[in-house]
């Protein structure tokens, strides 16, 4: 189907628009957060940064992105609910940032944005069948459909958050997540998706350039857990609605780096008897750090990985007989990767291969999956 060169322009309006708002408002946020006491200090030997760093700079990508889709997007009922559950998420953001709040109430605030978003039809009503040999070619949800929706926004949410442990590194991945299903939206003509997502590409980019290591503002839980519930909301009106295989795998495959990393941190802290929520230093970035990458080498890895997992997504939608081969690809390189960075260095798991890092730097990690104690941040 033809992309439409008027939904490209609006597009791309949005993008720059969200990336001016962004980029303008970034340094406010700054000085505000400092007034409002929303600073890292660094008071432990988990923090790698040598004097006090603001966090809560999401709130220059949540403005940045609302003021991109008030003027661009026009306001149905799913639009209004998703705008709704991400203001809840981003004043719960604001209110941990400041006050570290406790894991429980944490986690039944974003139970209660992803009803508000789910309710107002950001649903997935169906999944396609991934039994090839069933005559059925897709499952209808039914009541399932809430609650099954509910954990995808949650998940995806506390996925985003997980990685939130480098200096650029959320930011960076959720730009490309961003832009890859700005390309599919375009691809499959899905106007309003595409809008939404080139505004919450240019937020992420008007942010990133003060984000990136050595960073000058953290975006906090204020941005990851925004970027993540907007990501996996999205998704849903875009995705997971088509009665093909893309409906599965392309989400998987887009979002592919927070959820491979979030999925290996809870299995692994099973396996030691640990609950999920306990934090440690195995996530993907720390694997990488101790491997001997320094803080950009090891952000741009993971760039690289999350373009990949992005291309394939796209191509996965715009192929026709080699998707299944494209998707099995995909499945081994993502594969190979986490057998080189989670099996071939597990002796140096938990140890920082540089004792003394880099000042500025944000190491130890986001790690607040449904509600876990903030390591770096707080």
């Known amino acids: 189907m033809p992309i439409q060169l008027s939904v490209v322009g609006t597009a791309a309006a949005a993008l720059l628009a969200a990336a001016l708002v962004a980029l303008i408002s970034t340094p406010v946020v700054k000085s505000l957060a400092f007034r409002m006491g929303a600073v890292d200090v660094p008071k432990d030997n988990r923090r790698m940064h040598d004097h006090p760093i603001p966090r809560m700079g999401g709130m220059a990508i949540f403005l940045g992105f609302l003021l991109s889709v008030l003027i661009f997007v026009p306001l149905d009922k799913q639009l209004r609910g998703m705008l709704l559950g991400s203001v809840i998420i981003v004043i719960l953001g604001v209110f941990d940032d400041i ?20 309710l107002a039809g950001n649903r997935i009503f169906i999944l396609s069948n991934i039994n090839i040999f069933s005559s059925e070619p897709y499952w209808e949800l039914g009541w399932l459909s809430i609650p099954i929706s509910v954990f995808w926004i949650v998940g995806i949410t506390n996925a985003v958050n997980l990685i939130d442990g480098l200096d650029g590194l959320a930011c960076g991945v959720s730009t490309i997540s961003s832009m890859t299903l700005l390309v599919i939206a375009l691809i499959v003509s899905e106007p309003q998706v595409a809008v939404l ?37 999205v998704s849903i009106q875009g995705l997971f609605k088509f009665h093909m295989i893309i409906s ?9 780096l927070p959820i491979f990393d979030t999925s290996f941190a809870i299995i692994r802290r099973l396996a030691k008897g640990q ?12 694997r990488l750090i101790d491997m001997g990458f320094s803080q950009k080498q090891a952000v741009a890895t993971l760039y690289v990985i999350s373009a ?71």
Do not use: W
């Open 197 to 233: 997502m080139a505004a919450l590409a240019g937020a992420c980019i008007g942010f990133l350039p003060y984000n990136l290591n050595p960073a000058k503002i953290f975006m906090g839980d204020t941005g990851s857990t925004f970027l993540g519930f907007i990501l996996a909301s």
């Open 308 to 378: 990949i997992l992005g291309l394939s997504a796209v191509v996965l939608t715009t192929s026709g007989t080699e998707k299944a081969i494209l998707f099995l690809m995909a499945l081994c390189v993502t594969g190979g990767c986490a057998a080189k960075l989670f099996l071939g260095h597990s002796n140096g798991a938990g140890k920082p291969a540089d004792p003394k890092p880099a000042p500025h730097t944000q190491i130890a990690g986001n790690d607040n999956f449904f509600g876990e104690e903030d390591i770096s941040e707080k």
């Open 275 to 286: 609950s999920p929520m306990t934090p440690d230093r195995g996530h993907i970035h720390h």
């Open 99 to 118: 006050y570290a709040l406790p894991a429980k109430p944490k986690f039944l605030v974003q139970i209660v944005a992803a009803l508000v978003a789910v």
């Open 248 to 256: 599965f795998a392309v989400p998987f495959l887009m979002l592919g």
